[in-house]
């Protein structure tokens, strides 16, 4: 059964700070990774990393694949209140791209 | 574009009572996923469609959920009878083939009392 694993579940930070998430997998046939965002509602999409593109950034997010390690860190730098969410980290596999999520790590940024 | 739509927003209901939710994906997206997202814990894929044909239900507890995708665009997912333990937000995604980043709808939330 596929696997991911997200590290710390939660975290509470100040404005300003920055922060690193973690991501870990054990899955059959690895297609890519997804780090998503969520508030209130849907998740939203941030990005995508696969064996060709293992290196993100948008902004004050970046993302990194390591697929010797099996794992993905997510880095927000200059924290801002609006960054509080929960950010999951899902991770596509097999024949029928299956994705799947982690718990996810919630973050608040205080002021 | 418009995105995922998914109704009811809110559901209250009684153990043992039948519900149904709905979903309308994108338009010409071909893949469509129910997912089960418990307080606290991240998204569980229960079922996904490729048009009309299901490609994974290896998570969907068959004795109560059911789900359909006549014509290969809206799709209703059923429980049928409902336990405590389905009180969760129903998301629902499509994407325009399989894999790839998924665009989700605002969920279901449900509650069985």
């Known amino acids: 059964e596929d696997k991911v694993v997200q590290s710390p579940l939660s975290l509470v930070v100040h404005e300003g700070d920055t922060v690193t998430l973690n991501c870990s997998y054990e899955?059959?046939?690895?297609?890519?990774l997804l780090w998503y965002k969520q508030e209130k509602k849907a998740p939203t999409f941030l990005f995508m990393l696969?064996?060709?593109?293992i290196e993100k950034k948008s902004g004050r997010l970046s993302s990194i694949l390591d697929k010797k390690e099996l794992s993905s860190i997510l880095n927000i730098t200059a924290t801002q209140t609006g960054d509080s969410a929960i950010y999951l980290c899902?991770?596509?596999?097999?024949?029928?791209?299956?994705?799947?999520f982690g718990t996810g790590t919630r973050l608040q940024v205080t002021l | 574009e418009a995105g995922v739509a998914q109704s009811p927003r809110y559901k209250i209901i009684e153990k043992r009572q039948s519900v149904a939710f709905w979903c309308n994906p994108i338009?010409?997206?071909?893949?469509l996923y129910w997912y089960q997202q418990i307080l606290g814990q991240g998204p569980k894929l229960l079922i996904q469609?490729?048009?009309?044909?299901?490609?994974?239900d290896s998570q969907l507890p068959k004795d109560r959920f059911s789900a359909e995708r006549l014509k290969g665009v809206d799709s209703t997912l059923k429980i049928q009878p409902a336990k405590l333990e389905d009180s969760a937000v129903y998301l629902c995604?499509?994407?325009?083939?399989?894999?790839?980043?998924?665009?989700f709808g605002n969920g279901t939330r449900l509650t069985v009392t």
């Open positions: 899955v059959t046939n690895f297609r890519s």
């Open positions: 899902a991770v596509e596999a097999g024949t029928a791209s299956k994705l799947t």
């Open positions: 338009s010409g997206h071909a893949t």
């Open positions: 995604a499509s994407s325009p083939r399989r894999g790839g980043p998924l665009h």
């Open positions: 696969t064996s060709s593109g």
């Open positions: 469609f490729q048009n009309n044909g299901v490609v994974d």
